[in-house]
């Protein structure tokens, strides 16, 4: 890979220029940006009510960034939590990072570990899927993931900000707010189901989540229905499940 005047090659011999990569990026994160205001405002409200300040929220912002986490750990501050409970549930929350990671190792081949380091940090739900699926049906590669997913952070770190300012005007639960974290997901996994394998192992993976809550103590519910119904969903494909489907996409 070489770098020269601000044109980029690719391992396979493609020339881009910066400027193309960029925009590139930041096209396909303006939906993102866009569900991120409202949640990153929601998110600055709630914060600002449990105590922390405009700088304080930010910060969180930066070093987490990982919005089910920051409402989690705000939640538990609001309640008196300490800090190993709040630590450990946050980390369980977002190990499902490593089954997205795993997803999108096999397209960051040959980087070097800064700018893979870089570019995991960026990892989102969101950031995820854009970055998936557009690597498996476009020429998509790593710079523009890269850009999709700092341009998603800046918004996210902004909106946060601007949340916790703006928290001693605006209720909690305005605007059905507190509902925009919900209607993301529901809009990632519709973007997901490219097949009836996809909507079953969906469902189950709901079922199994509500059930499990019922039983199980904590968030450690979202992680554990996700690694069953995953499990769930590869015993399926080996089993020859939906195998005419799978060819036909």
Known sequence: MEQEKGIITSPGGRSDPW???????????????LGYVPI???????????????LEIGMMSVLVFAGSAQ?????????GA?????????FMVNLRHLLMSSSLAVYLRGINRG????FAYGVTDESFAMNLTLFRETGWDWRRGLVLNHTANVSWIVSTIAGGYGGQFIPAGAFGIDYALIGMFLCLIVFQLRGMLYVIIAAIAGLLAVVISLVVPGNSYIVIASILSATIGLVMRRAGYFKEEEQAS
């Open 19 to 33: 400027a193309s990569i960029v925009k590139d990026g930041i096209v396909k994160a303006w939906p993102i940006c």
């Open 40 to 54: 990153g405002l929601a998110f600055g409200v709630i914060a600002q009510k449990a105590g922390l300040g405009p």
């Open 71 to 79: 409402f989690i750990g705000v939640s538990m501050l609001s309640a």
């Open 82 to 90: 300490g800090f190993i409970p709040i630590v450990m549930t946050t």
């Open 115 to 118: 700018r893979l380091s870089l």
